[in-house]
């Protein structure tokens, strides 16, 4: 049984949150990281324009990170008290070679994680995970030095129109009806099950990862090097020339 470290971290800005994923995937320790965003955030994909796709004046009103990730994808909002963040840093080995059958066995691990909090969800598309038809997960994920980075979110509760003031959408989709279309097809824990413990969701992770993919956790934390590492990148994150390449 192939054993992995498990950090549950305490909640971070933008920039240190994906500065440390890269730290963690730079040195390749096989990590199962659980993190929060303070204040919220938005990330934008790699290949995406921040200025298509954020309404920055709005962001910086509202006291809005906005961060570009390594991995692809879309841009994604990160409610401080309206998910859970994950991510997932191992071998190439450790999971499938193919990119949909890798999705496939980490999101199936939340899946079996959300069993345990009485949800039937399921991995829908190549990246989503559904309950109900409805999405309450993402993901994205990158290779890089012969290791995978996976990272996604758990939606606890929604706020559609706060998401919609901060992307930049057509002003037709901030309508009451359009909203309430997008609060149709998204769900969160709250939503299906009431309340949560966010410690209890934190438990169901760990127990569906190291059921489905057969491994043992340690808790620990980063080691000097990750830090010194996640510090020099946090420069990156923060700057304009990242965050506004494309």
Request: some cysteine; hydrophobic content about 35%.
């Amino acid at each position: 049984m192939e054993k992995w470290r498990l950090i549950i971290d305490s909640p971070k800005n933008a920039f240190m949150n994906m500065a440390i994923d890269e730290a963690i995937l730079s040195e390749g320790i096989p990590t199962l990281r659980i993190y929060k965003w303070k204040p919220s955030a938005i990330s934008i994909g790699y290949f995406q324009n921040i200025e298509e796709e954020v309404n920055l004046n709005e962001c910086k009103k509202q006291n809005v990170d906005v961060v570009r990730r390594i991995t692809g994808g879309g841009a994604v909002y990160h409610d401080e008290k309206g998910e859970i963040t994950y991510s997932v840093v191992c071998p190439q080995n450790s999971v499938p070679e193919n990119i949909l059958e890798s999705y496939k066995i980490i999101c199936n691990s939340i899946c079996h994680g959300l069993k345990f909090l009485g949800i039937e969800a399921i991995h829908s598309g190549i990246n989503d995970i559904v309950v109900n038809g409805k999405k309450i997960s993402g993901s994205a994920q990158t290779r890089k030095y012969g290791r995978i980075l996976q990272h996604g979110t758990i939606l606890i509760k929604t706020d559609i129109r706060k998401m919609f003031s901060l992307l930049k959408v057509a002003k037709e989709k901030i309508s009451d009806k359009e909203i309430k279309r997008v609060e149709d097809r998204v769900t969160s824990l709250e939503k299906e099950i009431g309340k949560v413990d966010e410690n209890e969701v934190i438990k169901s992770f760990i127990k569906g990862f190291e059921e489905k993919m057969k491994i043992k956790f340690y808790e620990g934390g980063l080691n000097d090097k990750e830090i010194s590492i996640a510090n020099i990148l946090r420069e990156k994150y923060e700057s304009e020339e990242w965050n506004f390449k494309r």
